[in-house]
DNA sequence: TATTTTTACTTGTACGTACAAGATTAAATA
DNA sequence: TATTTAATCTTGTACGTACAAGTAAAAATA
């Protein structure tokens, strides 16, 4: 049971990527540099290109080479609306719960596996603010034991998809949505500073991931009165 | 500028799934007919299953052949919750307005472009019905002189999708959300049957496609309380 | 010098061949 | 007859070759 070549291809590139040694903006090795790197074809290496293209880490240019994507934006995760994608410095993130050993989420709308339940879970929360102002506050549960040493680690530019790629290689393979617009509870009406019993949307996730049997359980409440949430989604 | 060959395939495929010859679960001819039927090599016949594969509509199975799929649950569109998938009995849809000539919608959230404003528009909505509970309401634009005819066919299956589909060849390529919580207006509140003032769902989308220049735009409002709407996206 | 042409590099398309591996049916064997 | 084996489909992987087409820099030309 040898490993496929053209996969030897793929987790190679896809491995520097994630350790960041071949940065965003920037071309990987041609397709004839990588044939006498590991000895195989120009079909074998194309076909590793043609996954990392599916996966959403590169784009192929006629003519050019194959650049590294940021793969967060060819992933149709949501994000908030009406702001620059570049800049992060207007968007703040405030810890209201560090990463401790805590509780499955006992009102979860996303059924957890018996295996998972077993495990202990690690949670945090986090406020995220627009110039100051809070528009969501994000609840997280997922698994322990499967991240070694997760707490301590501080997260990469404050992303947790960014810290889970670089330095436990685990990537966001698809994810489930459901959506409610509900009337805030008194808690979390605080938290976010609005009037009690304010429509809020109310946004339940899970994220399937590279890692096998490893989930991400999320609940986010939007304020989207003045900043919507956006999604896209391209063939 | 002859077409591609793999193009071919891949559109001729294409074109007879899309007009039913090639119905859903069915596999298409194998590799090798197709090899024969179009005069090509086997390297060209699987670039254009590999781009039917990528574009939603087959799956390819090892040592089996390639099935034709539903591409609407490949897409990650939104769908009512809890709800089985394939008894569409239970929900009903009822027109509010039957598609026409009209204005653009004035306070679309998604930039129409100068080209389609000049152009007329068509219009419709209906009210989405869970046993005979309305839960959703969907307004829809879009831009006359592209689809010939259109307000004179009856919609296949009741869907608008499968009806661009199967009369047009038109496919959804993609398409952009924007999701809100907001206070029900008195008019939706009326139609679908809740109280004024309850929380909504409000979602815009901008459904692009695969004819050129060609989108969709729809603001839909759900009542999130009994049905919440879910979505769904994998690599 | 400024422009055009050539050259060299890149990825894209397409050919042909061979064998591996999964799925199914037919034939051989217990 | 029931089970096992073999044959024969299918798709998957991988080899090698050739040329088209896009890009960019070097060389030739005005």
Redesign the interface.
């Given at each position: 049971m040898e490993e496929k070549r053209y996969r030897l291809v793929q987790n190679f590139l896809k491995l520097q990527i994630q350790k960041g040694n071949f940065v965003v903006g920037s071309y990987l090795p041609s397709e004839n540099e990588l044939c006498t790197m590991f000895g195989v074809t120009r079909t074998t290496v194309r076909k590793g290109l043609?996954e990392l293209t599916?996966?959403?880490f590169i784009d192929r240019q006629h003519g050019k080479g194959s650049i590294v994507r940021d793969r967060r934006k060819s992933?149709?995760l949501?994000n908030v609306?009406g702001f620059s994608e570049a800049v992060g410095k207007d968007l703040s993130t405030v810890f209201v719960q560090h990463p401790k050993i805590s509780l499955w989420n006992p009102d979860t709308?996303f059924a957890i596996s018996e295996q998972e339940f077993k495990e202990k879970c690690i949670h945090f929360s986090r406020l995220r603010c627009v110039y100051e102002v809070p528009v969501m506050i994000e609840y997280n549960w997922f698994a322990d034991n499967r991240l070694e040493g997760f707490s301590d680690i501080d997260f990469i530019e404050g992303s947790f998809f960014k810290t889970l790629s670089q330095h436990y290689h685990i990537e966001i393979?698809?994810?489930?949505?459901?959506?409610?617009?509900?009337?805030v509870s008194n808690d979390i009406a605080a938290l976010l500073k609005i009037p009690q019993g304010s429509?809020?949307?109310?946004?339940?996730v899970k994220f399937?991931t590279s890692k096998n049997n490893f989930f991400l359980y999320s609940e986010l409440y939007?304020?989207?009165?003045n900043y919507?949430?956006?999604?896209?989604?391209?063939?």
């Amino acid at each position: 049971m040898e490993e496929k070549r053209y996969r030897l291809v793929q987790n190679f590139l896809k491995l520097q990527i994630q350790k960041g040694n071949f940065v965003v903006g920037s071309y990987l090795p041609s397709e004839n540099e990588l044939c006498t790197m590991f000895g195989v074809t120009r079909t074998t290496v194309r076909k590793g290109l043609d996954e990392l293209t599916r996966e959403g880490f590169i784009d192929r240019q006629h003519g050019k080479g194959s650049i590294v994507r940021d793969r967060r934006k060819s992933l149709g995760l949501l994000n908030v609306k009406g702001f620059s994608e570049a800049v992060g410095k207007d968007l703040s993130t405030v810890f209201v719960q560090h990463p401790k050993i805590s509780l499955w989420n006992p009102d979860t709308h996303f059924a957890i596996s018996e295996q998972e339940f077993k495990e202990k879970c690690i949670h945090f929360s986090r406020l995220r603010c627009v110039y100051e102002v809070p528009v969501m506050i994000e609840y997280n549960w997922f698994a322990d034991n499967r991240l070694e040493g997760f707490s301590d680690i501080d997260f990469i530019e404050g992303s947790f998809f960014k810290t889970l790629s670089q330095h436990y290689h685990i990537e966001i393979t698809g994810s489930e949505h459901e959506l409610r617009s509900e009337r805030v509870s008194n808690d979390i009406a605080a938290l976010l500073k609005i009037p009690q019993g304010s429509p809020i949307l109310h946004i339940s996730v899970k994220f399937h991931t590279s890692k096998n049997n490893f989930f991400l359980y999320s609940e986010l409440y939007c304020t989207t009165e003045n900043y919507p949430i956006g999604s896209s989604y391209h063939l």
